[in-house]
């Protein structure tokens, strides 16, 4: 390459170093957006391309996450077990669960924090979302109609 800089070819280099640049900017424009991960099936799973482990056993269920602050265990609450449809849904920055029996149990991670949100339906009362977040299309649309009126209630524009 020096003799080519050094014979006044520094054209054929400059065309070199965008012929690189093009084909590494196409490979890097190709890379699907990550559009998340859904677990079903009982097991050890660590979430390729985020910072997420997901522990599911008969007993419940354990989710671990990396943040630049901290490492975070967190057990399902005690009344979470998995039930017929239960599933978890793992995007870059949140875990949704939803235990087959009407409780949802949400993950949100931020830079510094961990939050934890719990949805389960009242017998006696109004149930609401409360604080928990809009979930994504592919939560939504698995979970019963019944919690789906509630989100809607919080959330009327939907996803």
Same mark, same amino acid.
């Given at each position: 390459?020096?003799?080519?800089?050094?014979?006044?070819?520094?054209?054929?280099?400059?065309?070199?170093?965008? %012929?690189?640049?093009?084909?590494?900017?196409?490979?890097?424009?190709?890379?699907?957006?990550?559009?998340? &991960?859904?677990?079903?099936? =009982?097991?050890?799973?660590?979430?390729?391309?985020?910072?997420? &482990?997901?522990?599911?056993?008969?007993?419940?269920?354990?989710?671990?996450?990396? &943040?630049?602050?901290?490492?975070?265990?967190?057990?399902?609450?005690?009344?979470?077990?998995?039930?017929?449809?239960?599933? %978890?849904?793992?995007?870059?920055?949140?875990?949704?669960? =939803?235990?087959?029996?009407?409780?949802?149990?949400?993950? !949100?991670?931020?830079?510094?924090? !961990?939050?934890? =949100?719990?949805?389960?339906?009242?017998?006696?009362?109004?149930?609401?979302?409360?604080?928990?977040?809009?979930?994504?299309?592919?939560?939504?649309?698995?979970?019963?109609?019944?919690?789906?009126?509630?989100?809607?209630?919080?959330?009327?524009?939907?996803?």
């Amino acid at each position: 390459m020096m003799k080519l800089w050094r014979k006044g070819h520094k054209w054929q280099l400059v065309l070199l170093f965008l %012929v690189m640049a093009s084909v590494l900017l196409r490979l890097v424009m190709a890379a699907p957006p990550f559009a998340g &991960t859904l677990i079903k099936t =009982y097991g050890h799973f660590p979430v390729a391309g985020t910072s997420w &482990t997901i522990d599911v056993s008969e007993q419940g269920m354990t989710v671990g996450v990396i &943040t630049s602050e901290s490492t975070a265990m967190k057990d399902s609450p005690p009344a979470w077990k998995p039930h017929p449809d239960w599933f %978890v849904f793992v995007e870059d920055s949140d875990a949704w669960t =939803y235990d087959g029996a009407g409780m949802v149990w949400v993950e !949100v991670v931020t830079p510094k924090q !961990v939050f934890t =949100y719990t949805f389960a339906p009242h017998r006696d009362m109004v149930d609401t979302w409360g604080e928990i977040p809009n979930p994504p299309k592919e939560v939504f649309d698995r979970l019963p109609a019944k919690i789906q009126a509630v989100i809607r209630q919080k959330f009327p524009e939907g996803r």
